[in-house]
């Protein structure tokens, strides 16, 4: 489900002392009900799988052909090179912490972790992209994830980019993704 921005802004998390200058692209709220310890749970094994909806795996699989074409995703565009990495910004209790795992399938890397927090970015040509997921009470008791997109485009290109494949993410890609991250969870629970 498709939360309203102020979801991830009235939530004291640790991103926000260290990403003002990106925005706010998306929060979803994670069909991933658990308890209070589960994120890190949840975080090794939302990186550690394939995106199982076969759609979403499609469409991700276009992007990447088109990013290769297009030039989007060459190393000089990327985290490091075209961008400062935002561990450059961690305090260091946050440097020194965990940083968290890497996905195997897409190009996020882990930023840091806590009990409450991940943060995992990405850059190319068009965005530096920050994912950012908050563990939450759900108001009966348990918690689940909260799924926030920051983002900050590159120029003109990278605003019209954004613009243009908004509709895609909002109305088809992110409703495939979290029904997935849903199914996946519920597996990885009912396997446990």
Do not use: C
């Not at 489900?1 to 998306?26: C, G, K, Q, V, Y």
């Not at 929060?27 to 749970?41: H, I, K, Q, R, Y």
């Not at 990013?67 to 990327?78: E, F, I, Q, T, V």
């Amino acid at each position: 489900m498709r939360l309203p921005s102020t979801s991830f802004t009235h939530r004291p998390w640790r991103i926000h002392d260290l990403a003002s200058d990106f925005r706010i692209e998306d929060v979803w709220a994670l069909p991933t009900p658990g308890g209070p310890d589960d994120l890190a749970v949840f975080v090794q094994q939302f990186t550690s799988t394939d995106v199982s909806d076969p759609v979403v795996r499609r469409l991700l699989d276009l992007r990447w052909k088109l990013g290769a074409m297009l030039g989007l995703d060459k190393p000089d565009a990327g985290v490091g090179v075209r961008v400062a990495t935002l561990r450059d910004r961690l305090p260091d209790d946050l440097r020194d912490g965990p940083r968290g795992p890497d996905f195997e399938v897409v190009p996020f890397k882990s930023v840091y972790q806590t009990d409450t927090e991940w943060v995992a970015e990405v850059a190319n040509r068009t965005v530096h992209a920050l994912m950012h997921v908050g563990w939450v009470p759900d108001g009966a008791g348990g918690y689940h994830g909260e799924m926030t997109a920051l983002v900050k485009p590159n120029g003109l290109f990278g605003r019209l980019y954004m613009a243009a494949i908004k509709p895609i993410r909002v109305f088809l890609v992110n409703p495939l993704l979290m029904r997935s991250i849903g199914r996946d969870w519920r597996e990885l629970r009912t396997a446990a």
